[in-house]
Nanobody, 124 residues
Framework: QVQLVESGGGLVQAGGSLRLSCAAS????????MGWFRQTPGKEREFVAAISRSGISTVYADSVKGRFTISRDNAKSTVYLQMNSLNPEDTAVYYCAATPIIGSRANGRDYSYWGQGTQVTVSS
């Protein structure tokens, strides 16, 4: 089992920045690829970014490419999502997830463990 706890969400003005963190506990963090997803009421969960076990490989949704950066610190068992140039369309609950599958995965079905989510609200 892997337990994931997100933090760092909040209210920010358009154009601002936030950094989300996801702390993992349980099994060896470095054995899992990590991803960030987001969801708004009435919409399906949306892929945001993913990072491989080593951190070498990353992949981003087109909507966040160039604005968001995913990174990880295996020594701290933590994955981060740096979000810059935020706009109101980025408002959502953000979830981190862990997958035992090799590589950086964009499909939510590949992920076995999920956090509870953290709310990000961007005001215009």
């Amino acid at each position: 089992q892997v337990q994931l706890v997100e933090s760092g969400g909040g209210l920010v003005q358009a154009g601002g920045s936030l950094r989300l963190s996801c702390a993992a506990s349980g099994r060896t963090f470095s054995m899992y690829g990590m991803g960030w997803f987001r969801q708004t009421p009435g919409k399906e969960r949306e892929f945001v970014a993913a990072i491989s076990r080593s951190g070498i490989s990353t992949v981003y949704a087109d909507s966040v490419k160039g604005r968001f950066t995913i990174s990880r610190d295996n020594a701290k068992s933590t994955v981060y999502l740096q979000m810059n140039s935020l706009n109101p369309e980025d408002t959502a609950v953000y979830y981190c997830a862990a997958t035992p599958i090799i590589g950086s995965r964009a499909n939510g079905r590949d992920y076995s463990y999920w956090g509870q989510g953290t709310q990000v609200t961007v005001s215009s």
